[in-house]
Structure formats: structure tokens, C-alpha cells
């Protein structure tokens, strides 16, 4: 079974350039979630999507950040545009879509390599 | 303000014997734990969980113990082997955080290094 894919595995652009990373989660895991650390700081939660709804957004930095999820598949996530303390390595994870309602070991997050972004 | 702290950046233990990875967590609502596998260049991978509900769970050379009441977990392993050295991370989530996201909540991390 082939795991959780990122793309590129680096970026390196200029201030107030775009870029846009894709993540490409395990076959079948509704569950897709985008993590980000800065340098030197923790991994740190940026949304979560259930199929192509964005269940909950509450760690986007600010609207220069846009996810998506068409067709409840692969994802995106722009950055437009792009800031200096943009950079980081952003990882995205997923995991499969249980029925009971509450968190079990079977739903825990399967991570990418994740995608180093230097903005000079 | 962090929520899951780890306070040892490094620890370094010779081959064979005991690791033990230290976590604590100001969040009185974090009710399922877990630890997570760094390697550089790759993502986090899963290695143990433990719920709230439990004190310990084991899985092979790793033990995770949870203590509610001192809001702190570790992770034990043993015997400690060269390729367990990488970056350990300690992540928590609520399921009562309303917004029906099991959202991880990271600790900084410890990096392992076992010494043959």
C-alpha cells in the first residue's frame, strides 16, 4: 500500500512569489490534515479535511494560505503570497474515517515526507 | 503557549540499555497520546499510542506510561538499539475539541542517540 505523497519534496521561491504544494493521501483515508513546522518550533496543526469539506481551519496562519480538496482526493495548498516566515517544512497526513463517533487507535495519522519551503 | 512540552532537546544512551523520553501536558482535555518517529528528511511515523483511559500500553521494545494526575507520559525503550536513534515527538489530541478534528498537538521533540 503506498503511503502518504507530497509534492515537491522542496521549494525554494522568492518573497511575494506563489507556490503551491500537493499532497497525495492513502487510498481510501477520507481524514487529510496539513501540519507545519518553522525552524526551531513545533509541529504545528493547519486544517483538516473529511472528503472535500474543510472540517476545521482553526490553524491557517492567515488568507495568504489556501487549501483545497477537490473530489475529496489529493489536496493543495497555496501560498500567495509568499512572506520570509513562510518557510518551514509543511507535511500533510491522513487516516481512514471510522464510524463510533470517537477517536480510536485505528485513526491515528500517517504522515508525507513533507515539503521544505525556503522563501528568500 | 505550548501544551505538550518536552524538556530534553537530546538524550543519549548506550546500545542496550533503557531510553526513557519525557512529556508533559498543561491540556486537562488531551485524552489520547502518542508518540511519533523522526527520521531526517522524512515525515513523523507512528510508533505507540495510550489512551486516557489506560496507564500503559506496550508494543514490543516500547512502553508508553501515562500519569493523568502529573499530567506526564514517557516512553520507555528497551533494549535500545543504533537504529532507534532519530527524533522522538510526543503529540496529544482532544476528541472534545467540538470541531470534530482529532488535530495532533506536538511537543518540540528529543532526539534519541543510541551509541553502539
Known amino acids: 500500500e503506498a503511503g502518504v505523497t507530497q509534492f515537491p519534496s522542496h521549494s525554494v521561491i522568492e518573497k511575494g512569489q506563489t507556490v503551491t504544494l500537493r499532497c497525495d493521501p492513502i487510498?481510501?483515508?477520507?481524514?487529510l490534515y496539513w501540519y507545519r513546522r518553522v525552524m526551531g518550533k513545533e509541529i504545528k496543526f493547519l486544517l483538516h479535511?473529511?472528503?472535500?469539506?474543510?472540517?476545521?481551519e482553526s490553524g491557517m496562519p492567515n488568507n495568504r494560505f489556501l487549501a483545497e480538496r477537490t473530489g475529496g482526493t489529493y489536496s493543495t495548498l497555496k501560498v500567495q503570497p509568499a512572506e520570509l516566515e513562510d518557510s518551514g517544512v509543511y507535511f500533510c497526513?491522513?487516516?481512514?474515517?471510522?464510524?463510533?463517533?470517537?477517536?480510536?487507535?485505528?485513526?491515528?495519522?500517517?504522515f508525507g515526507p513533507g515539503t521544505r519551503l525556503l522563501v528568500l | 503557549d505550548q501544551q505538550v512540552k518536552q524538556n530534553s532537546p537530546s538524550l543519549s544512551v548506550q546500545e542496550g540499555r533503557i531510553s526513557i523520553l519525557n512529556c508533559d501536558y498543561t491540556n486537562s482535555m488531551f485524552d489520547y497520546f502518542l508518540w511519533y518517529k523522526k527520521y531526517p528528511a522524512e515525515g513523523p511515523t507512528f510508533l505507540i499510542s495510550i489512551s486516557s483511559i489506560k496507564d500503559k500500553n506496550e508494543d514490543g521494545r516500547f512502553t508508553v506510561f501515562l500519569n493523568k494526575s502529573a499530567k506526564h507520559l514517557s516512553l520507555h525503550i528497551v533494549p535500545s538499539q543504533p537504529g532507534d536513534s532519530a527524533v522522538y515527538f510526543c503529540a496529544a489530541i482532544s476528541s472534545y475539541s467540538g470541531a470534530g478534528s482529532y488535530q495532533l498537538t506536538f511537543g518540540k521533540g528529543t532526539k534519541l542517540s543510541v551509541i553502539p
Open positions: 479535511f473529511v472528503k472535500e469539506s474543510k472540517q476545521d
Open positions: 487510498s481510501g483515508h477520507d481524514n
Open positions: 497526513a491522513s487516516s481512514p474515517r471510522l464510524a463510533g463517533g470517537y477517536l480510536q487507535a485505528q485513526e491515528t495519522q500517517y
